[in-house]
């Protein structure tokens, strides 16, 4: 049996002396993404950082295809298989756009077809025109699509995204959403943090609600969709207005 | 007419001993942000290493003394961070004390080895005859030095643009976690550009020798050059360290001839200009 691509077993992280995560578990199967959703200051982004290892959690486990990562440097994580496209992005700004691409590029052996500089240009167009230009002088969605592309050169068998349609135009979001659905059709592991529940649902095989750090639900986007209760007690959504 | 010349070569020669030294500083606050105090230290050390070496040796290659003693300084500054500072990573004026108090270290061990006198370091014999140009005399050995400068600046602006690991420099000094999140190692590249800097300062010294000659207290006319240098031109930013070089090199130069009792003054004027009107230097980002 194949094992699960991650896995989180109760999971505490603290930030200075204030508790975020109380036990957080979730399981991703490999080719799957799974939506983490929640309202803000739920611990989606905690819980991002404790996974790359920007946090080390106090108590429990984070494995990778079953190999324990958690408490790990990120450089190490990042080696071992997780990419991460953070919230606000986070492009070298003083990098041009191919130089983004390329201090992120890792070899994997397992990789059948691994990510190029080339390739990223193939998924993003628009990144191609702009290869020699300043990371920081591009629009929100053409970061967006250059911080993706960074964290796929790494090739990763699980990638976290942190509210990638944050802050961008409804077209760009339209983008990126068509960009999520071509990595999953590749068999693209994937953590989808989202605040657009809607562009979330459209790709997740499973979701994970957090409220204040402790997981409130966790199953198939299905079963999520059918129990309103759930969604408007934990994702503010009231109706009537 | 003479004067403003030869006060005019002067202060190139100063300012690309200046880019040498503050290159390395610079780079290594931009990547750490550590103010490496040291770095005074580390140029002092090469000029010992060099007049020693140069005195004992007749006949040694002024420019393989460069090479080796750049070599040996940046082996010495690797150790230095991988043993200490790296330990103080998270407690940054711990490591401005340690640093501090290296330097002093490296200045006491200096005058213990060999005296309090200064040390003349030779001219290369090739180098000693003056220049003749457009009527005019140039020592030849300060014009080299002008051209070692450039070509340095050369080197470590290819280094730094053109090559994938200087653009994981440039990206661990934009955003060391996120760079971390991809996969770059940034810790050893602390470690290696810590090493170069302290390399690049090494080598400066010994080739400021013969224009300086090697005396306890160098490290501390130094470091305070380099200081401006780098908050003149912008912290981190190579090219602000050449203009900036060159800019303080003017100013020190012809302050001292000029105006000796007041060139402190006019040394640390325009630094506080620019701290209190464009505290990101002249060619410094803001950093967020």
Redesign the interface.
Known sequence: MVPDALNLTNVHTFYGDSHILHGVSFTLPSGNVLALLGRNGAGKTTCISTIIGFLKPRQGEIRLFGKRIEGFPPERISHLGIGLVPQGRRVFPSLSVRENLVVAERRRRSTARPWTVERVYDLFPRLSERHAQFAGTLSGGEQQMLAIGRALMGNPSVLLLDEPSEGLAPQIVAEVGRTLGRLKEQGQSIVLVEQNRKLALEFADSAVILNTGRCVFAGSTLELLEDERIIEQNLGVYHGH | MQFWIIQGLNSLSLGGLLFLLSSGFSLIFGLMRLANLTHGAFFMLGTYFAAVALRSFEGLNIWITALGVGVTVAAMGGLFERLVLRRLRANPLGQVLVTLGMSFIISDACLMMWGGDSIPVPTPRNLQAPTRLFGFVFPTYRLVLVGCAIAAAVVLYLLLERT?LG??I??G???S??????????SNLFTMVFALGAGIAGAAGVLGGPILSAYPGLDADMLPLALIVVILGGIGSLPGAFVGSFIIGTIYTFGTALFPELAYIILFLPMIFVIAFRPQGLFG?VIA
């Open positions: 994938r653009a994981m440039r990206a000094v934009d955003d976690q996120m760079a971390r999140a991809v996969g770059i190692r940034v980002r």
